[in-house]
Structure formats: structure tokens, C-alpha cells
């Protein structure tokens, strides 16, 4: 059963001490590359994509593109060096890249990824990843929390496991991680409750999903989205 309500808010409130995600092989991956200061570029690696690469930083995608002169998201190539943040009066504004249309609109209705409880609570000042992690059974379906297309559906977004990554509209992505198992793989479309993956089975994140939504490239907490 999902957590609703005034349990929801007692399971917060008991968990907001605890670190989230605190796995120990995880610590320093979740203290690096989340600081971006004026001037750092990133220098894209075979099979890394914009979003991908925006996610880690906690940019939105549409600045990267526009701050780098990208007409297309596919438009990047292995060795290309990204600036990672535009002169100081430009703020995100909107890009003219066509990475910023996606034929996507509508609201998002929302749904759990999983039928668990939260046994890992939002906190807005967790180092690298900031979201909910959800227990589940091991191996059982993950489905996608809303319509969009599979951005990113891969391993190589250090310390998130088997990450999918879905882009719902201009504003809002999710991401799903430490899957056993991808269902979907980059550039398919689903819709609400479409498989994407499965949970993983072995080791320490056995049972747990970690859940992500991003507003604009900023976290925001998915338990105040989720029905």
C-alpha cells in the first residue's frame, strides 16, 4: 500500500534524519560533479547524452543547449566540450535550440512508479541525488509515473545503478534508478504505467527503487506530486 496523508507526513518526518540513500559505495560518487561554478565545461564521453549530462549537474537542459549554441538535444559528440553556464544576465530564459520543443504537452497525470511505501524521504539538502526511495518487491515492475519519451536508458550516470531517465514535457522529468532490469531504451515513448524496468533483486539496494521528478532541471519533492 502507498503511504497517504498524515502517515505519509509522520513517515517524513521520522526519516528527514536520516541520510538519504546512504550507501556506502555511493558517498563519493553522490559528492561529485553536483557543483557548477562559472566557467566549468564538461567534456562528453562516447554514449553520454544532453540530458544525461544536464541531469548530473542539476541544469536544465535547454539552458545547456542554448549556452552552447545546440539547434538539436543530438547534437553532441564525444570529445565536444559543453560550458556548463551561460554570462551572468542571461539566467535560464528561453533557448531558441529546438531542443527545447518536444511535442509534448498537456498536464501529467501523475502515479507511483511502484506499490511500496517511502522508506527514504525527500530532503531538498541531500548531496547529488534528491529524491524518494521506494520499497518494492525485488524484480517487480517499475512503470513510468507519467507519459514522455525514454531520454536516457543506460548505466552511466555514476551512482544511480541502471538509471531510465523520461521526459514528460518542457518542464518535467523523472528518473527511476537502481533497477535490475531496463525495459525501454532511449527515444521510445510511453505512457502512464508502462513498464520501463524492474527492481533490483541483490545486493544492498535489493527492494528499493530511487525516485526522481526535476521541475525546469531543479528537484522537487515527488511526494507532493504523486496522487
Known amino acids: 500500500m502507498k503511504v497517504r496523508g498524515g502517515?505519509?507526513?509522520?513517515?517524513?518526518?521520522?526519516?528527514?534524519?536520516?541520510?538519504?540513500f546512504d550507501y556506502a559505495s555511493?558517498?563519493?560518487?553522490?559528492?561529485?560533479?553536483?557543483?557548477?561554478?562559472?566557467?566549468?565545461?564538461?567534456?562528453?564521453?562516447?554514449?553520454?547524452?544532453?540530458?544525461q549530462i544536464a541531469w548530473q549537474y542539476g541544469l536544465d537542459f535547454r539552458d545547456v543547449?542554448?549556452?552552447n549554441d545546440l539547434r538539436s538535444a543530438d547534437l553532441i559528440f564525444a570529445g565536444q566540450e559543453l560550458v556548463l553556464s551561460g554570462p551572468a544576465d542571461t539566467g535560464s530564459g528561453q533557448t531558441q535550440s529546438s531542443a527545447q520543443s518536444s511535442g509534448l504537452s498537456g498536464p501529467i497525470a501523475w502515479q507511483w512508479p511502484v506499490e511500496g511505501e517511502i522508506v527514504g524521504?525527500?530532503?531538498?539538502?541531500a548531496i547529488g541525488k534528491r529524491g524518494i526511495r521506494i520499497g518494492a518487491e525485488p524484480g517487480s515492475v517499475v512503470a513510468a509515473a507519467g507519459g514522455g519519451d525514454v531520454v536516457y536508458s543506460?548505466?552511466?550516470?555514476?551512482?544511480?545503478?541502471?538509471?531510465v531517465i523520461i521526459k514528460h514535457n518542457d518542464q518535467f522529468l523523472t528518473a527511476y534508478g537502481y533497477n535490475s532490469e531496463l525495459l525501454v531504451g532511449e527515444g521510445e515513448r510511453v505512457e502512464g504505467g508502462d513498464a520501463i524496468a524492474r527492481v533490483?533483486?541483490?545486493?544492498?539496494?535489493?527492494?528499493?527503487?530511487?525516485?526522481?521528478?526535476?521541475q525546469q532541471g531543479d528537484p522537487v519533492n515527488p511526494a507532493s506530486y504523486l496522487p
Open 7 to 20: 502517515v505519509l507526513l509522520a513517515v517524513v518526518m521520522i526519516l528527514a534524519g536520516c541520510t538519504e
Open 26 to 51: 555511493d558517498r563519493a560518487l553522490r559528492q561529485a560533479d553536483t557543483d557548477v561554478v562559472a566557467g566549468d565545461v564538461h567534456v562528453v564521453e562516447r554514449g553520454e547524452t544532453l540530458y
Open 65 to 67: 543547449a542554448r549556452w
Open 121 to 125: 524521504a525527500y530532503d531538498a539538502n
Open 154 to 163: 543506460g548505466s552511466g550516470l555514476r551512482g544511480y545503478g541502471n538509471l
Open 200 to 214: 533490483a533483486t541483490d545486493g544492498e539496494r535489493a527492494g528499493h527503487l530511487h525516485f526522481e521528478i526535476r
